[in-house]
């Protein structure tokens, strides 16, 4: 059976990911921002959700998400945070080269969005780079409805960022 053909499988993290969730976010860099392995348990800690996407029991993918009011110290959450919605906040989203392509953010986007409507959080939100420029994932977040309600720049990096929101 091609990983094509296997059923996906939506799981929350747990910490027997933390090393496989070390090298998939240094492998992801600098879509995302590097985090050492005592910075991911305390994400782990703290995040309202997070999905792991498998095939045949490996994982492939991760989703990462906070609500309004987390403890979570991010300029770009703060910027959603300091609004007067709530909100489900998408920190980070990676896929592992072999898991590209079979729709497994897709799907992790899907499954966040009923745990956030089922939880009365009326929309995902969440920034993507533009410089450095991420069109793939810009892109992604287009095909999935999401909006861009501006573009800033990220004080705690100098990135520039678009800051996204999709109504559930």
Known sequence: MTKKQATCTIRPLDASDLAWLR???DACVPAVNALNLEELKALMKRAAWTGVAEIDAQPLAV???FTKGSTYESTNYAWFNAQDEAFA???RVMVEQAGRGLGLGRRLYDALAVWAKDAGQP???CEVN???PNPVSLAFHKSLGFSQLTSRINPSDGKQVAMLERRL
């Open 63 to 65: 989703l990462v998400a």
């Open 130 to 132: 533009e410089v450095p």
């Open 89 to 91: 906040y998408i920190d």
């Open 23 to 25: 090298d998939l976010n």
């Open 123 to 125: 929309r995902l939100c």
